[in-house]
């Protein structure tokens, strides 16, 4: 299961992998579970032919949490792989760089970066893009990782150590202080409100027990703190504040 030895962040370590996406219980389970739970901050859509762009789409886990939400849903990847699972599963795949999208201004009425960003390595040039695809009014949604020692130690310290988690797939110095997010977000009119979230206690031992994971209910749940895993919500700048409810 685990992808060859490469150099930590490498992408290739998805296609070696790509295999796994769609696995009940998984080393993409937390994946899901995160899907999940951005899903649940995405609205119905507003508008006749709304548009949702997945930046770091993977192959499509967010597809099942907004298909019935009214957006076209355009996922955007660097791994043909993944844009392949994703096609099937009723995306419409873009092979782009989340640092130079190849979408028009203003295109999107939601744009989701789930677990990407900690991936990247321009932020700044991240950020500015998912913004600009957003249209005034837009919503954001994102989910990453923090770059704290806590987060380091759980995410790879000893994540990436269990035999159900593919080795060498972050690397630690790409880790996004949640200030450094906000601002970066603040620059280009989105006022990004942040809080944490962690998997809830049953779900992952279950899941690193048993390698199967629950299949309903509700397996990322809001946190006090944000030391390791955070989501941020918010609205570009021309109509109202999407901050957590």
């Excluded at 690397?171 to 996004?176: A, C, H, I, S, T």
């Excluded at 809830?200 to 749940?221: A, C, F, Y």
């Excluded at 941020?232 to 021309?238: D, F, I, L, M, S």
């Amino acid at each position: 299961m685990r992808p060859s030895t490469r150099p930590a962040n490498d992408l290739r370590s998805y296609d070696d992998l790509a295999g796994e996406w769609w696995r009940p219980g998984g080393p993409f389970a937390m994946l899901h579970w995160l899907a999940a739970a951005r899903g649940r901050l995405v609205p119905p859509a507003g508008r006749p032919g709304a548009v949702l762009v997945d930046v770091g789409c993977g192959a499509g886990l967010l597809a099942p949490h907004v298909q019935d939400k009214g957006y076209r849903h355009i996922g955007v990847d660097l791994v043909t792989s993944a844009l392949e699972q994703a096609a099937a599963h009723g995306v419409t795949p873009v092979r782009g760089d989340a640092t130079a999208l190849p979408l028009p201004d203003g295109c999107a009425d939601v744009v989701s970066a789930g677990e990407l960003l900690e991936h990247v390595y321009d932020l700044p040039a991240a950020v500015r893009e998912v913004c600009r695809v957003l249209r005034p009014g837009g919503l954001l949604v994102v989910d990453t990782l923090n770059a704290t020692a806590a987060s380091r130690l759980l995410a790879v310290s000893v994540g990436e150590r269990l035999p159900c988690v593919p080795r060498g797939i972050h690397d630690p110095k790409l880790f996004v202080p949640p200030r450094r997010l906000v601002a970066e977000c603040a620059r280009h009119g989105v006022k990004l409100a942040i809080r944490g979230i962690r998997p809830t206690v049953p779900s992952l031992l279950q899941w690193l027990v048993t390698r199967k994971g629950p299949r309903t209910g509700t397996q990322i749940v809001p946190t006090f703190s944000t030391a390791v895993l955070y989501q941020g919500r918010g609205t570009k700048t021309g109509v109202h504040d999407h901050g957590f409810s």
